[in-house]
T-cell receptor, first 113, second 116 residues
Framework: DAGVIQSPRHEVTEMGQEVTLRCKPISGHDYLFWYRQTMMRGLELLIYFNNNVPIDDSGMPEDRFSAKMPNASFSTLKIQPSEPRDSAVYFC???????????FGPGTRLTVL | AQSVTQLGSHVSVSEGALVLLRCNYSSSVPPYLFWYVQYPNQGLQLLLKYTTGATLVKGINGFEAEFKKSETSFHLTKPSAHMSDAAEYFCAVSVPNSGGYQKVTFGIGTKLQVIP
């Protein structure tokens, strides 16, 4: 398996623009997680899905953030409108069981100017 | 609610010296505990995990950790540091939440520097 795939790897955008981050989990994994990593706040869980259904979105910072999982092999995290404070590395991870090992993608480094 | 505390955001050791990275957790139910490692510009990778059973857990690259319930700790150790161990290490705890699902919480991370 190719592992968790994320795209793009780097994204530079201007404040106010819409940003869409993409993730393809490992085939057969029923759980998908979105994290944000910053120097100040470390690794934060934003939202996670079970069988394509959002289970816990309490970590989503505000309404500008939304996440979807239209099928078992694809998820998106959208920020609209983007702000400079959204600059961070965003990771997607997947697992077979909820308490199982999470497999992380390489991350998307987002810079909002 | 559960929490994880990693003592020391930066740790420096000499090559060949003992590595000790500290992790304490708080949980009202038996937790699953994990150590992940992150190399520069990469995602996190699992080093080792504790679920149930034997409290001394061995992982990859010579690392091990011991679950001590009485101390609510899960410290990571390696007898002899290698230059390739330089990375950031994250402790994580997983417990069921009120809805019956799982909640995973990561610590702030500890950056390990290995001095030649």
């Amino acid at each position: 398996d190719a592992g968790v795939i994320q795209s793009p790897r780097h994204e530079v955008t201007e404040m106010g623009q819409e940003v869409t981050l993409r993730c393809k989990p490992i085939s057969g994994h029923d759980y998908l997680f979105w994290y944000r990593q910053t120097m100040m706040r470390g690794l934060e869980l934003l939202i996670y899905f079970n069988n394509n259904v959002p289970i816990d979105d309490s970590g989503m910072p505000e309404d500008r953030f939304s996440a979807k999982m239209p099928n078992a092999s694809f998820s998106t995290l959208k920020i609209q409108p983007s702000e400079p404070r959204d600059s961070a590395v965003y990771f997607c991870a997947s697992s077979f069981q909820p308490r199982d090992t999470q497999y992380f993608g390489p991350g998307t480094r987002l810079t909002v100017l | 609610a559960q929490s994880v505390t990693q003592l020391g955001s930066h740790v420096s050791v000499s090559e060949g010296a003992l590595v000790l990275l500290r992790c304490n957790y708080s949980s009202s139910v038996p937790p699953y505990l994990f150590w992940y490692v992150q190399y520069p510009n990469q995602g996190l990778q699992l080093l080792l995990k504790y679920t149930t059973g034997a409290t001394l857990v061995k992982g990859i690259n010579g690392f091990e950790a011991e679950f001590k319930k009485s101390e609510t700790s899960f410290h990571l150790t390696k007898p002899s540091a290698h230059m390739s161990d330089a990375a950031e290490y994250f402790c994580a705890v997983s417990v069921p939440n009120s809805g019956g699902y799982q909640k995973v919480t990561f610590g702030i991370g500890t950056k390990l520097q290995v001095i030649p």
